[in-house]
């Protein structure tokens, strides 16, 4: 089973808030440590996993964002 591209964002990201409080919470430092060199480990296998993935679209940078769609205006003179 593949796993999307967007669960290691989560994952990772998850991971990084946790570290953060624990750093907030005072937590001992060799737990913080060990955890950041982890995170570490999670933010590179993310980034791999994000480029390397097969994703493709349709979408030009014509298409602007979906949101708000850039208007082809005619020109006249």
């Known amino acids: 089973m593949k796993v999307p591209a967007v ?5 990772t990201t998850l991971f990084l808030v946790l570290l953060t409080v624990m750093v907030a919470m005072d937590m001992p430092f060799n737990w913080v440590f060990y955890m950041t060199c982890i995170g570490q480990v999670f933010v590179v296998v993310m980034v791999y996993n994000v480029l390397t993935d097969n994703y493709t679209t349709s979408k030009t940078f014509d298409d602007f964002y979906e949101d708000h769609p850039i208007r082809k205006q005619k020109i006249t003179s």
């Open 7 to 11: 669960l290691y964002v989560i994952i």
